[in-house]
């Protein structure tokens, strides 16, 4: 499970078994875990336990960051 990127207490990372699903980051903080799609625009798929305004506040991160975790993403699996 490579981290690609750790914003505060939020660590983003990708999963191994993932590389037939869409391009989409993890999020966890304390034992949560979120999964947000990436293409073709930033979508929560499963909240993982964090509450609404958390969520928000992730999405926000991942808007801003968006790039790079799914340039992480084709790196990682080999995908353009």
């Known amino acids: 499970m490579p ?4 914003i505060g207490p939020y660590r983003f ?9 869409p391009v989409h980051t993890h999020v966890e903080r304390d ?3 979120a999964k947000y799609w990436l293409d073709p ?8 336990g964090f509450n609404r305004v958390e969520i928000a506040r992730i ?21 353009s």
């Open 3 to 6: 981290t690609v990127l750790r």
């Open 59 to 79: 999405q926000k991160l991942i808007d801003e960051h968006r790039q790079i975790l799914m340039e992480a993403w084709h790196e990682y699996f080999g995908r």
């Open 41 to 48: 625009f930033v979508r929560l798929s499963n909240s993982g």
């Open 31 to 33: 034992g949560m875990i």
């Open 13 to 21: 990372f990708l999963y191994a078994g993932d590389r037939d699903e």
